[in-house]
């Protein structure tokens, strides 16, 4: 069982920036690629960002490329997103996943509970 706990979110002006964290809860041994999700008020829940267990592999959504970096610390167990030049239609909740890979949500078997971020115009 993999647990994942998100942190890190809160409100930003547009264009500032806010890193958000998953520390994960994983056995020993066990490998995980890992992303970020999220979903804004009266929407669907969208893919973001995503990265492989050792991290030579990260993949963006057209939205967040050249904005957002995913990066992880596996001696941690903690993921990270960098959230750069923020604009208000980032705002969503951001869900952390584990134990899949690709671009929906029927790719990853565990989910953090999320955590808020609100960008003020």
């Known amino acids: 069982q993999v647990q994942l706990v998100e942190s890190g979110g809160g409100l930003v002006q547009a264009g500032g920036s806010l890193r958000v964290s998953c520390a994960a809860s994983?056995?020993?041994?066990?490998?995980?690629?890992m992303g970020w999700f999220r979903q804004a008020p009266g929407k669907e829940r969208e893919f973001v960002a995503a990265?492989?267990?050792?991290?030579?592999?990260?993949n963006y959504a057209e939205s967040v490329k050249g904005r957002y970096t995913i990066s992880r610390d596996n001696a941690k167990n903690t993921l990270y997103l960098q959230m750069n030049t923020l604009k208000p239609e980032d705002t969503a909740v951001y869900y952390c996943?584990?134990?899949?890979?690709?671009?929906?949500?029927?790719?990853?078997?565990?989910w953090g509970q999320g955590t808020q971020v609100t960008v003020s115009s």
């Open positions: 996943a584990a134990g899949g890979w690709g671009t929906s949500l029927d790719d990853y078997a565990y």
């Open positions: 994983i056995r020993t041994g066990s490998r995980y690629h």
């Open positions: 990265i492989s267990w050792s991290g030579s592999i990260t």
